[in-house]
């Protein structure tokens, strides 16, 4: 019998982590991160208020997540992701930045999504640059996968949307097909979106576009 690989939101590749980050992480997280356990989240409890409430997963090194997290105040983020260093850089941004509205996660998304989010809890999703594992043989490892994306909608809102963003064409390819596939979801654009206002250019994205890589915007919503 052919064994199937559980999916997972991530392959761990740790990075060096910083002084400024090491410290960051140890102080901070008791205060703005929320440990992985088996019990669904009270959000509204969490965040202590009633309003919408949309997840990232893959944050890099958190400055995106910041910079939209200051532009709108009145709506609350759960960030996901794995690696201490980007981790401890997002938690150091939210405290110098005083935020309320901004939650750390340090585990595996797909086990989060599993055990501890309670379904039709969100209002959006941000999936930017996810690894695009550029090789053939690893496109299995990539995170928008059919099985990855119907558990994903069992948490969204009826009118929720699914943001993701690539700089690999092929990538951005997959995604249209997995997303488009997917019975619960309806495209906002023909194919890809333009770029919504809300999703800042990151020092990667534009380095990129300065040498002509295009990026590509998919934003699909709940039915």
């Not at 983020?77 to 509205?101: C, M, R």
């Not at 809890?121 to 490892?141: E, S």
């Not at 919504?196 to 890589?213: D, I, N, S, V």
Request: proline share 6%.
């Amino acid at each position: 019998m052919t064994e199937h690989r559980p999916i997972r939101s991530f392959v761990l590749r740790q990075g060096r982590v910083s002084n400024a980050q090491r410290r960051a992480h140890e102080t901070l997280m008791p205060k703005y991160g929320i440990p992985f356990a088996d019990g669904l989240l009270d959000l509204g409890q969490i965040f202590g208020r009633s309003a919408p409430k949309f997840l990232e997963i893959g944050f890099g090194m958190g400055e995106t997540t910041v910079t939209i997290a200051k532009a709108h105040p009145q709506y609350d983020y759960l960030a996901i992701d794995v690696h201490t260093p980007g981790v401890g850089s997002l938690l150091k941004q939210i405290d110098e930045s005083g935020l309320v509205n901004v939650r750390v996660i340090q585990h595996d998304a797909v086990e989060v999504l599993q055990r501890m989010l309670p379904s039709d809890c969100l209002d959006g999703v941000h999936i930017f640059f996810p690894d695009p594992w550029p090789k053939a043989r690893h496109h299995k490892r990539r995170l928008i996968q059919p099985e990855f994306i119907t558990l994903l909608c069992r948490h969204l809102k009826q009118g929720a949307y699914i943001h993701a963003a690539t700089d690999w064409e092929d990538y951005a390819g997959q995604i249209l097909e997995v997303l488009s596939n997917e019975s619960q979801l309806a495209n906002t654009a023909i194919d890809h979106a333009p770029g919504p206002e809300y999703r800042p250019l990151t020092k990667f994205e534009q380095r990129g576009l300065q040498l002509g890589h295009g990026v590509w915007d998919l934003v699909f919503r709940r039915k």
